[in-house]
């Protein structure tokens, strides 16, 4: 007997508390505090829904969830992007003797 299942558990944002409330810790985008529900897919369909139990950080970027303890502060408009440049690619900011970004490896 063959059984064969496509299915799984994914995270979905409910409802989004604070936009821009920190920064990813995967690629540095901005991220948001979202309440979040865990879904159910069977053959890529939804089929239950329950809510998670505490706020978490979300990246819209690389669609990251992660706790808010995790986050990095987010950017504050002192931050002045002509003094340290940034990554084209993953838009992170680098030191200026940097010839390639250490995140993503794109050279400069």
């Known amino acids: 007997m063959f059984f064969f299942f496509v299915g799984g558990?994914?995270?979905q944002v409910r409802q989004v508390l604070k936009?821009?409330?920190g920064?990813?810790?995967s690629c540095g985008s901005t991220a948001d505090l979202v309440h979040y529900d865990k879904v159910l897919k069977l053959f890529f369909?939804?089929?239950?829904r329950w809510p998670g139990k505490d706020p978490l950080m979300h990246c819209n970027n690389c669609n990251l969830f992660y706790p808010q303890s995790f986050s990095?502060?987010?950017l504050s408009s002192s931050d002045d992007s002509?003094?340290?440049?940034?990554c084209r690619s993953c838009d992170r900011i680098l030191q200026s003797d940097f010839r390639f970004c250490p995140f993503c490896g794109s050279s400069l």
């Open 9 to 11: 558990v994914e995270q």
């Open 19 to 21: 936009y821009g409330a």
């Open 23 to 25: 920064r990813c810790i």
């Open 45 to 48: 369909v939804p089929t239950w």
């Open 72 to 74: 990095l502060p987010p």
């Open 82 to 86: 002509s003094v340290s440049p940034r």
